[in-house]
């Protein structure tokens, strides 16, 4: 496999996306403008582009989350000659939302079959025109604004291509986002229709089969992970309200269709669970969270997931939950086509502190000897960064 270099991760880019052009310059630029010039330089030349192909096809830059741009027209001696080209407002203001304050902007765009898709923090889905930021379609899931929800965010959406020549006509190509009021829903890629076919009337409802103790808490805020036919979603979990708080059972399903293929819950069920040895069984039982909030990155030549996970619940205490809860606070490696676990790394053990791990893992080659080694690199709140080999365990 050959993966390209890794480079800083994204800036967040604001209310407003901002396209720019070469020119005289008007105003400093933002990371936010640096990467969606970059987007505006690629646009003309691959209006059917599949996410591989595009050069921002992903949340994190590619499937691997190396959130790095292999263009080189915008470099350091002529970056400060960007203008802007086009600028984009969403006109979510949050009329009618209970949680307006909360209102943000940290939805990355992607560019994949020659448009641009993002999300608002109301997990509005908006497609515009790369080239000059003219809005193509708009879908919007109707979320209850009347809602209390604990964490207000949509970090973006996922696209996907069936590649299967039988299947011809609309949806071919989706795009795929969870909202807050935990849906998973698919859209005509082209149109931003829902896709019928997939689940009831183009969306899965997420709460099915979970224990859920409070509606408004448990939500979807980072777009699923794709990984050939199959979308793997995880969890926001408002997980310091009390000890029995809703699971952070990761699962996937089918892209086409909407069935559920698997499902993994990082806690420990009984005695048969690979982590139950290291929790008190009595106590996982009514414990919740250890739930992958943040986004998961895919490596598609050994088929696996990777998931970060946040901290068992409650957050600042420990004595419900004995053990090293291992799982929670853990970069976990699953198989994409059953649910398997492969291998886990826990980075904070019995966690008190709230650190989930929130950054996207990184899927480089690191040389080793001269030889490349397929690796992982995990950032954390601890401000430890972490390096595995995510094949050799």
Excluded at 272 to 290: C, F, I, K, V
Aim: some cysteine.
């Amino acid at each position: 496999m050959s993966n390209k270099k890794l480079t800083r991760p994204e800036s967040r880019s604001g209310t407003a996306p901002v396209v720019t052009r070469f020119g005289t310059r008007r105003r400093t630029p933002t990371a936010a403008v640096c990467l969606s010039a970059l987007l505006l330089l690629v646009s003309a030349t691959t209006q059917a582009q599949s996410p591989d192909a595009s050069d921002w096809g992903f949340y994190g830059g590619d499937a691997f989350g190396q959130h790095f741009s292999s263009l080189d027209q915008i470099k350091r001696d002529n970056v400060n000659e960007l203008t802007v080209a086009w600028t984009y407002r969403t006109g979510e203001l949050g009329e009618g939302f209970t949680a307006a304050s909360k209102l943000t902007f940290e939805a990355t765009p992607v560019l994949a079959f020659g448009l641009l898709y993002l999300e608002t923090a109301t997990n509005i889905v908006i497609a515009l025109n790369p080239e000059t930021g003219v809005q193509k379609w708009r879908y919007d899931p109707k979320i209850d604004r009347k809602r209390h929800y604990s964490d207000v965010a949509g970090r973006g959406v996922s696209v996907w291509e069936d590649t299967d020549p039988k299947h011809e006509g609309a949806c071919t190509q989706r795009i795929f986002v969870g909202t807050l009021d935990a849906r998973l829903v698919a859209l005509d890629a082209g149109t931003g229709q829902p896709c019928a076919d997939f689940g009831t009337n183009g969306q899965v409802d997420l709460t099915t089969n979970l224990r859920i103790r409070d509606r408004d808490s448990y939500e979807v805020t980072s777009p699923p992970a794709v990984v050939g036919d199959t979308v793997v979603v995880g969890s926001s979990v408002g997980d310091n309200r009390a000890v029995d708080v809703e699971r952070g059972v990761i699962r996937a399903f089918d892209a086409r269709t909407g069935a559920q293929r698997w499902s993994f819950d990082p806690i420990p069920g009984d005695s048969s669970h690979p982590a139950a040895a290291e929790w008190n069984l009595a106590q996982a039982s009514t414990t919740g969270a250890a739930n992958s909030w943040g986004v998961m990155s895919v490596d598609e030549e050994h088929g696996y997931v990777l998931i970060p996970t946040g901290s068992a619940s409650p957050d600042f205490y420990g004595g419900k939950r004995l053990g090293s809860n291992r799982f929670a606070n853990s970069l976990l490696a699953i198989d994409a086509a059953n649910g398997k676990l492969v291998w886990n790394q826990q980075l904070v053990h019995h966690d008190l502190w709230d650190f989930d791990l929130g950054a996207q893992p990184a899927l480089v080659d690191v040389e080793l000897q001269g030889i490349p080694v397929p690796a992982v690199i995990q950032a954390t709140k601890t401000g430890m960064l972490y390096v595995f080999d995510r094949v050799l365990f």
